[in-house]
């Protein structure tokens, strides 16, 4: 088991940038797939970007293309997400997981989370 630990979250005003970063202690994370997910109070958990163990693929939901890129330095255990051209819409709590078998859909370990507000 991996332990996650976000942080970089805080407010932000529109159009602004914020880039967060999600430490992993315990186990290499450099053979994992990694993601970042977010959630609004009395909304499902989205899947916001992911990226392979090599950083070679990346993924991103369609809300947030071209605004934010995942990266990740396996010789830090830490994966990114810089967040530029803010919009209130994503406003939420963010969360890391990890995919230790790199399935795309079964993430084992989640961090606590860091809150991006985004004011207009």
């Known amino acids: 088991q991996v332990q996650l630990v976000e942080s970089g979250g805080g407010l932000v005003q529109a159009g602004g940038s914020l880039r967060l970063s999600c430490a992993a202690s315990?186990?290499?994370?450099?053979?994992?797939?990694m993601a970042w997910f977010r959630q609004v109070p009395g909304k499902e958990r989205e899947l916001v970007a992911a990226i392979v163990w090599s950083g070679a693929r990346t993924v991103y939901a369609d809300s947030v293309k071209g605004r934010f890129a995942i990266s990740r330095d396996n010789a830090k255990n830490t994966v990114y997400l810089h967040m530029n051209s803010l919009k209130p819409e994503d406003t939420a709590v963010y969360y890391c997981?990890?995919?230790?078998?790199?399935?795309?859909?079964?993430?084992?370990?989640w961090g606590q989370g860091t809150q991006v507000t985004v004011s207009s």
């Open positions: 315990g186990r290499s994370i450099s053979t994992y797939a």
């Open positions: 997981a990890a995919d230790p078998r790199s399935t795309g859909v079964q993430y084992d370990d």
